[in-house]
């Protein structure tokens, strides 16, 4: 069988690189990045120790994590949990740490933004910008430890997070049964902000389970334009794709409520408390996956959503497989990244075990060069040697 992460030219991964800059190109990317200023806070504004900095480079090893203060702001992200092979349950928790201070350009970025989408000075969607931009500006805490109570009784220690915020990590869980949820709360001094509840849905090894992308996928958010990010990010309704909660709905319908849900996105956690609540107005409840960086540039958000994703997604979708090996897999993507060609790869790494895959072909953007991305030749190159 050929190798998935080969990048020859005229292979499925040397393809989608190749929208990937021609995109980026064609539409302006560069320069609309180069324009928006750096916003975070610089080293000799920060109240962080130079200690604690050093020491968060270690990540989970650091021996001496910082504790999370009563002015700070910590986010919990929602998780599946999953049965290990010696039949214990784990889940990944995630979470993130940030100072609750925004950066004192936050005027300048929300006027820069607005400008990028057309809005005059002082139009009433400014004030939903300095909303939704509020993640980004706020300060990443690194070498953090945050403690959360599981289901009301088991205390677990997460991180120290790394030098962007976040920690990643497996812990092992009470028992459970498939499809129930456990709650988890953050113990953290009073005064802390932030996403301090989480749920936890547990799945057996074994049944279906949905994998969906979510840029132009679900959510409309023109991927393929600059302008066309700021703008469904920043400013405008998040929208869901016509048909496409309908679509959800009839599939769960299909592999029963309990299977488990993941919606992977090249947006940075920056994101994910916007993400969370589109997601839990119009889908069904699934573990988000986002890229593990916190950027602090928005320059940073539009090179997450248009470079590498194809590899990204590969990886993400390969600990899915670490975690459900014996599942059934849907894949549900669009055509205006590299849906297809990320898709194709998994199929190949992991055979039999994607039993179906669903590509929304994107024709209601005017993006670059979206004709020859829904080509059938293209889809024949992303799916080589794979069965019909």
């Known amino acids: 069988m050929s190798n998935p992460r080969r990048t020859p030219a005229g292979t499925p991964r040397a393809q989608s690189i190749g929208f990937e800059k021609r995109t980026r190109s064609e539409c302006g990317f560069d320069d609309v990045e180069s324009s928006l200023a750096p916003f975070g806070v610089s080293a000799s504004q920060t109240h962080q120790g130079k200690i604690t900095k050093i020491l968060s480079y270690l990540g989970s090893r650091n021996p001496f994590p910082a504790q999370i203060g009563n002015d700070d702001v910590v986010w919990l992200m929602d998780n599946v949990a999953f049965r290990a092979p010696n039949g214990n349950w784990h889940a990944e928790f995630v979470a993130a740490a940030f100072d609750h201070q925004a950066s004192p350009k936050l005027v300048d970025l929300v006027g820069d933004i607005a400008s990028k989408v057309g809005l005059s000075k002082g139009d009433k969607e400014e004030e939903i910008i300095e909303k939704r931009i509020a993640p980004f500006v706020m300060e990443a ?106 679509l959800y709905a009839y599939i769960q319908t299909m592999v029963t409520s309990s299977a488990p849900w993941f919606y992977l996105s090249a947006s940075p956690y920056n994101l994910y408390p916007f993400l969370r609540k589109f997601r839990d107005d119009y889908f069904p409840h699934g573990q988000l996956i986002l890229r593990d960086s916190n950027l602090m540039t928005i320059s940073g958000l539009l090179s997450n ?31 205006t990244q590299s849906d297809p060609e990320a898709y194709g790869d998994a199929c190949r790494m992991f055979p039999g075990w994607i039993k179906l895959i669903l590509i929304r072909k994107v024709e209601d953007i005017a993006a670059v060069g979206i004709q020859e991305k829904n080509e059938p030749q293209r889809f024949e190159k992303a799916f080589e040697d794979l069965p019909r």
């Open 141 to 246: 805490l690194p070498g953090r430890q945050v403690n959360l109570k599981f289901d009301n009784s088991a205390e677990i220690r997460l991180g120290p997070g790394g030098r962007n915020g976040i920690s990643s990590d497996v812990r092992k869980v009470t028992d459970g049964k498939e499809g129930t949820v456990a709650m988890s709360k953050a113990v953290v001094p009073k005064g802390v902000n932030g996403i301090l509840e989480m749920k936890t849905v547990y799945a057996e090894p074994e049944g279906w389970a949905v994998i969906s992308d979510v840029d132009d996928t679900i959510k409309i958010t023109q991927t393929s334009s600059p302008v066309g990010i700021l703008r469904s990010t920043f400013v405008s309704q998040p929208t869901p794709v016509q048909g496409m909660p309908e």
């Open 305 to 335: 959503l248009t470079l590498g994703t194809e590899k990204y997604k590969v990886d993400r979708i390969e600990k899915i497989h670490r975690w459900f090996p014996k599942r059934k897999m849907i894949l549900i993507g669009d055509s």
